[in-house]
């Protein structure tokens, strides 16, 4: 099958493939599957909600081997809170796609997103996977992307070229994720493929600093999600010596996955459920690290700052009030806030210094908050650590799609 090389599909000896199983409703694909020709080093960061789905038990049985085949993922149904049969559903399915792979049963992976505490629709699964199988190519990375999707409104593939030392090595990924979305490790569902010779202990460590970095630098809605994984599978043909978890080789390859993985992190915030602007939340100047991100986590996740900008409407108090709420001590005569344009070279305005609402000219601050990316900078001025932090803003259309989500 022809197709156009991107997204997992674009480091070399990667295939994939996406068909409609009926798990959602018919006409949508909505299982997918990643190949590696080759055996891969495969490491992960998973949920940290004490409630998971049965992929997610079978997943960290089979990451403790640190080496897969294949990935395989269905959307419309979570397979979360389904007992002991749901666990058994996720083990089928990872048996019989290896034997129609002709790999071990422990090399394939498994993923599920969806409605939470339904059984999966296995007769349908399993009449779909010979034709799944029999569709793997190099133009099916799109196919994946899609097939994971479900209130998403686009899908969301990214990718990297990067040169190490005389080898040029490439890095895909796709992702899915709308709502239900506060990652305290990764995000809903990312899949991350390279043909970069790493070992098992650089691929988890360039794996961690990305996920810090990124994935767990998002949030819509505050939820943090049974299903959440993020899987980076390196099958090491772009040849060369190993790439050990130290050294400038492996700082160009943890900068390059982090990019990749920035790109999916703004695409699933800017992708929220009804949301119609990114929104970027920086604190610059907290005491320590886990300040500032109390701070920019309780701001971006506050419902008046979220309406604010869908409305469009400069109540910059909101702002100050979310910063004060967040559990850490704030001077509020030394608070600096700024709501800056989204474009590049674009202005801002400071709302708030010394302790008061500054006034300002409400039409700019109409303006920049329409912008399809709003930029809200923290200044604590209590030390010298900072982070960032990206959401959406709150719509009716939020509210919409989660109040008939199951039905």
Known sequence: MAGRRSGVTLPEGFLAAGVDAGVKRFGRKDIGLIYSTVPAVAVG???????????????????????????????????????AGGLRDARETAREVAKLLRVPER??????????????????????????????????????????MTTDTVSKEASAVVRLGRRVIRIGAVAKGSGMVQPHMATMLAFITTDAPLTRQAA???????????????????DTSTNDAVILMANGLAGGAKVGASGSVFERFAQALETVCRQLAQMIARDGEGATRLIEVAVEGARTPQEADRVARRVANSPLVKT???????????????????????????LVIRCESGRRGGDGL?????????????SIGRRLLQETVVRFRIQLRAGRCETVMWTCDLTEGYIRINAKYST
């Open 45 to 83: 960061v998973l949920t940290t909600n004490r409630i998971v789905a049965a992929p997610v038990v079978l997943m960290r049985e089979q990451l403790r081997g640190g080496e897969a085949r294949a990935i395989i993922a269905n959307s419309g149904n979570a397979n979360c809170c389904t007992g």
């Open 107 to 148: 090399q394939v992976l498994v993923a599920s997103t969806g409605v939470i505490g339904r059984r999966l629709p296995m007769p349908r699964i399993l009449r779909s996977l010979p034709l799944l199988v029999g569709s793997l190519h190099r133009g099916g990375g799109a196919d994946v992307a899609h097939a994971i």
């Open 204 to 222: 988890q460590r360039a794996l961690r600093l990305a996920v810090d970095r990124t994935f767990n630098r998002i949030t819509v809605d505050g």
């Open 308 to 334: 604010m900008v869908t409305g469009g409407d400069p109540n910059w108090g909101r702002l100050a009030a979310a910063v004060g709420s967040s559990d850490v001590p704030v001077d509020p005569e030394r």
């Open 350 to 362: 400071a709302v708030f210094r010394r302790g008061m609402v500054l006034p300002t000219d409400r």
